[in-house]
């Protein structure tokens, strides 16, 4: 192990990246800045309750059982994924339920009783998402993107499958039901993109979720973490915790030495950060002007929203409530109008409802159960309020809503609760105006339009992260972790 390396930041991408240079025999430090590992996926445990901060979707277990198996190690060996059934139920204001899976059967019968014409179109949609899943995601998902001419190689296949369009433009060109174009086209919501401007080539979602199912780690996403770090560590990585980065140090065209708050500074022969890409370029990489320049370019992007989050534990437990639900409210493409172009908060609200004790008991007491409520909220650019005033009012407005849905006394069952808000996410990430997902994932701001996995000018520089290609959600970090590491393995031969 003569090459060392460091990656800033413990998130997924990060992990994911330590592990495969770890792996190839790359001595790997991997710096945090919080107390624990996770990143996004942080942990708090409060009065016996485990709340996760997400994310909370589990897709495409091969791409992290691969991390194991590339030093003849099993997953299983640190980790216990439980299938999680059904993917998400989906309500609407008017009582209506649509059960969501990749059960064949209950799904096609789910459409049959919600959108009985759409049947025909239900299986068009499906032959279409497993186009757009094998160009963009099996082809071109762990595949970096560092020069303009890449991109154009992969033009054809996105103006086949016509990439311009929306994922609910292209949805809605198969299915003429409101509700199942929004059951088919929602999930861009969870990597941070706008189902009406977000390139129809995330339709790959519903394949992707379709062949390889929605997992939960048994204990919290945060067990998931937890295991990475072991296997991490087991490899003979090194862990350094709760001491920022302050510096990524540089000469010339390539980045030297790496230094923390507490003065700890070391020298390593490739540095790849998993920090938020604007504070890597306009703040670590300072000392560097054309990385600098790059940074202040960023800043001119177009950003992911933040997330509202409310945090609460029960008591009573809740079979009837199934691990995932979306709550969708009056409005769809006003409500999302509101947070990514106008930038209001809005009355109405859609809420992700996240429910781990119906699959896994153990992350809340005996007889409690753990929640969160999430929703959309348009970043801190967009929307500069006092969170420390709003965030209550909202929280209340927030439970209110689940409480008149689904849990009628919900007040007086609350056992503990918290929120955390744009401004937690700017505080406790560094992420720019306080975005949950970073760059937008707009066509013009992905592959070769995203950052690059390796930088252009500093030699020995990575990213990884939603900030790079391919994006955000765990699958996608994890892509842009192989991209990356085969370009550090190249380079460090």
Same mark, same amino acid.
Request: negative net charge.
């Given at each position: 192990?003569?090459?060392?390396?460091?990656?800033?930041?413990?998130?997924?991408?990060?992990?994911?990246?330590?592990?495969r240079?770890?792996?190839?025999g790359?001595?790997t430090?991997?710096?945090?800045? %919080?107390?624990?590992?996770?990143g996004?996926?942080?942990?708090?445990e %409060?009065?016996?309750?485990t709340?996760?901060?997400?994310?909370t979707?589990?897709?495409?277990?091969?791409c992290?059982?691969?991390?194991?198996?590339?030093s003849?190690?099993?997953?299983?060996?640190d980790v216990?994924l439980?299938?999680?059934?059904?993917?998400?139920?989906l309500n609407?204001?008017?009582?209506?339920n649509?059960?969501y899976s =990749?059960?064949?059967?209950?799904?096609?019968?789910?459409?049959?009783r919600?959108?009985?014409?759409d049947?025909?179109?239900?299986?068009?949609?499906?032959?279409?998402?497993?186009h757009?899943?094998?160009?963009?995601?099996?082809?071109?998902?762990?595949?970096?993107?560092?020069?303009?001419?890449?991109?154009?190689?992969?033009?054809?296949?996105?103006?086949?499958y016509q990439a311009?369009r929306?994922?609910?433009s292209?949805v809605?060109?198969?299915v003429?039901?409101?509700?199942?174009?929004?059951?088919?086209?929602?999930?861009?919501l969870?990597v941070?993109? =706008?189902? !009406?401007?977000t390139?129809a080539?995330y339709?790959?979602?519903?394949?992707?979720?379709?062949?390889?199912?929605?997992?939960?780690a048994?204990?919290?996403?945060n067990q998931?973490?937890?295991? !990475?770090v072991r296997?991490?560590?087991?490899?003979g990585?090194?862990?350094?915790?709760?001491?920022?980065?302050?510096?990524i140090?540089?000469?010339?065209?390539?980045?030297?030495d790496?230094?923390?708050?507490?003065?700890?500074?070391?020298r390593f022969d490739?540095?790849a950060?998993?920090?938020?890409?604007v504070?890597?370029?306009?703040?670590?990489?300072?000392g560097?002007?054309?990385?600098?320049?790059?940074?202040?370019?960023?800043?001119?992007?177009?950003?992911?929203?933040?997330?509202?989050?409310?945090?609460f534990?029960?008591?009573?437990t809740?079979?009837?409530?199934?691990h995932?639900?979306?709550?969708f409210?009056?409005?769809?493409?006003?409500?999302?109008?509101?947070?990514y172009?106008?930038?209001?908060?809005?009355?109405?609200f859609?809420?992700?409802?996240?429910?781990?004790?119906?699959?896994?008991p153990?992350?809340a007491?005996?007889g409690?159960?753990?929640?969160?409520?999430?929703?959309?909220v348009?970043?801190q650019?967009?929307?500069?309020?006092?969170w420390?005033?709003?965030g209550?009012?909202l929280?209340?407005r927030?439970?209110?809503e689940?409480?008149? %849905?689904?849990?009628?006394?919900?007040?007086?069952?609350?056992?503990t609760?918290?929120?955390?808000?744009?401004?937690?996410?700017?505080l406790?990430?560094?992420?720019?105006?306080?975005?949950a997902?970073?760059l937008?994932p707009?066509?013009?701001?992905?592959?070769?339009?995203?950052?690059? =996995? %390796?930088?252009?000018?500093?030699? =020995?520089?990575?990213l990884?992260?939603?900030?790079?290609?391919?994006?955000?959600?765990?699958?996608?970090?994890?892509g842009?972790?192989k991209?990356t590491a085969?370009? !550090?393995?190249?380079?460090?031969a």
């Amino acid at each position: 192990m003569s090459k060392r390396a460091a990656v800033i930041g413990a998130g997924f991408g990060g992990l994911a990246l330590a592990i495969r240079l770890q792996s190839a025999g790359i001595a790997t430090t991997v710096i945090e800045a %919080r107390d624990k590992p996770g990143g996004r996926a942080y942990v708090w445990e %409060r009065e016996g309750f485990t709340f996760d901060a997400g994310p909370t979707v589990i897709t495409d277990p091969p791409c992290l059982k691969e991390l194991w198996a590339l030093s003849g190690h099993d997953i299983s060996e640190d980790v216990e994924l439980m299938p999680v059934m059904p993917f998400y139920r989906l309500n609407w204001p008017d009582g209506v339920n649509f059960d969501y899976s =990749n059960d064949e059967a209950g799904l096609k019968a789910e459409i049959a009783r919600v959108a009985p014409g759409d049947l025909d179109g239900y299986d068009q949609f499906l032959r279409y998402s497993a186009h757009v899943w094998e160009e963009g995601y099996v082809k071109l998902g762990t595949v970096p993107f560092l020069d303009f001419a890449s991109m154009l190689k992969a033009a054809p296949a996105l103006a086949r499958y016509q990439a311009w369009r929306s994922v609910y433009s292209m949805v809605s060109s198969y299915v003429k039901s409101e509700k199942l174009r929004e059951a088919l086209s929602f999930h861009t919501l969870l990597v941070g993109g =706008n189902p !009406m401007t977000t390139s129809a080539i995330y339709a790959l979602i519903h394949k992707l979720e379709k062949d390889g199912g929605v997992w939960w780690a048994k204990g919290g996403t945060n067990q998931l973490i937890a295991g !990475m770090v072991r296997h991490f560590e087991r490899l003979g990585g090194t862990m350094r915790l709760h001491d920022p980065v302050v510096a990524i140090d540089t000469f010339g065209d390539r980045v030297t030495d790496v230094e923390t708050r507490s003065g700890w500074r070391e020298r390593f022969d490739a540095v790849a950060s998993n920090a938020d890409i604007v504070h890597t370029y306009r703040d670590l990489l300072s000392g560097s002007a054309p990385a600098a320049d790059y940074g202040r370019k960023l800043t001119r992007k177009t950003y992911s929203p933040s997330l509202f989050v409310v945090h609460f534990g029960v008591e009573g437990t809740w079979p009837g409530i199934p691990h995932h639900m979306i709550l969708f409210g009056p409005r769809y493409k006003g409500l999302l109008d509101d947070i990514y172009v106008h930038g209001v908060l809005p009355k109405d609200f859609s809420i992700y409802l996240h429910h781990p004790t119906v699959t896994d008991p153990s992350v809340a007491p005996p007889g409690k159960s753990t929640f969160y409520a999430l929703v959309p909220v348009a970043h801190q650019g967009k929307l500069p309020v006092d969170w420390e005033e709003i965030g209550p009012l909202l929280e209340k407005r927030i439970l209110d809503e689940v409480g008149r %849905r689904l849990i009628p006394d919900i007040h007086d069952r609350i056992v503990t609760k918290f929120h955390y808000a744009p401004r937690d996410f700017a505080l406790d990430l560094n992420a720019h105006l306080g975005s949950a997902f970073s760059l937008e994932p707009t066509l013009m701001q992905s592959a070769w339009f995203r950052g690059h =996995n %390796r930088d252009d000018r500093l030699k =020995n520089m990575y990213l990884v992260g939603a900030g790079t290609h391919p994006g955000a959600g765990i699958p996608g970090v994890v892509g842009s972790a192989k991209a990356t590491a085969g370009l !550090m393995l190249a380079d460090l031969a």
